[in-house]
């Protein structure tokens, strides 16, 4: 799909502003399903880092340098579809102007981390960074929408109950309500 001049600096716009705003991206790589990633827009990419303990898993996606993915916002107020876009996956090396540039705006953003000062170090021994750089036009936009949902079934899990609710339940829930 090719798209005009003008549409192609309103895509490039909404995916900027989108993926700055939004803490969770949709990640689908070549292999698994789709996977929400916490992520930063450093540099005109949108960084991540995992693979390593206590870290996001990102292996089992098929990212590696390279590699074109997709990559899909939610808006942040309505919380529904608002972009997707093609990326290319870089991967940066340890130590390197963009694996420093990108770490030093991740590591800031890493809620709970066992080792907050020694971040870099454990993350350049045992992690991976990488660039999901913006490659061609926006595959889905306002008005560019596909028409089915989207919706993915649910992964089979033992939390689900598949029991009926107890006949007892909404007479105590409504005598909750009264005191």
């Known amino acids: 799909m090719t798209s005009t001049a003008p549409q192609a600096l309103q895509d490039r716009a909404l995916i900027e502003e989108a993926t ?10 070549t292999t698994g399903l789709s996977r929400a990633l916490w992520h ?12 390593g303990a206590g870290e996001q898993p990102l ?38 102007e963009a694996w420093r540039t990108a770490v030093d ?34 595959t889905q936009r306002p008005g560019q929408m596909p ?8 992964l089979p899990s033992p939390a689900i109950t598949l029991r009926p609710m107890p006949a007892a339940l909404p007479k105590l829930l409504r005598r909750g309500r009264k005191g």
């Open 105 to 138: 705006e991740l590591k800031g953003k890493r809620l709970n981390a066992p080792d907050a000062e020694s971040i870099p170090e454990r993350w350049a021994a045992e992690c991976r960074v990488l660039r999901l750089e913006p490659v061609g036009d926006a």
């Open 40 to 51: 930063l827009w450093v540099d005109g990419a949108a960084c991540l880092v995992g693979d």
């Open 20 to 29: 700055k705003k939004s803490g969770l991206i949709w990640v689908r790589g």
């Open 147 to 154: 028409d089915d949902s989207l919706a993915a079934p649910a």
């Open 59 to 96: 292996a089992d996606l098929g990212l590696s340098d390279g590699v074109i993915t997709t990559v899909i916002v939610r808006s942040k107020d309505k919380g529904g579809r608002l972009v997707a876009w093609p990326a290319r996956v870089v991967e940066t090396e340890p130590g390197g």
